[in-house]
């Protein structure tokens, strides 16, 4: 759609989708940036930048580390949490 691009990670914790409200969310901000240049000097409330991201597999008893590739979805390097 007119050569766009869209990057949108939901993270569900329930059995069932919907049965929990979204406890937190990443802002990818290259949309404020066009939008607002100066987004950051008219205090849009950005005020946590993504630190670190872990991400991994759950079994019953334990949790496998899976890698994050630079560039992917789940990579959150340069956003906000909001």
Known sequence: EQGLEHRVTVLEKAP???AHTLSGAVLEPRALFELFPD???RGAPLHTPV????MGYLTESSRLPLPILSG?????????IV
Do not use: A, M
Not at 51 to 54: G, N
Not at 72 to 80: E, I, K, Q, S
């Open 16 to 18: 069932l989708i919907g």
């Open 72 to 80: 992917t979805p789940v990579d959150n390097h340069g956003n906000y």
């Open 51 to 54: 630190s670190s991201d872990r």
């Open 39 to 41: 987004w950051e000097e």
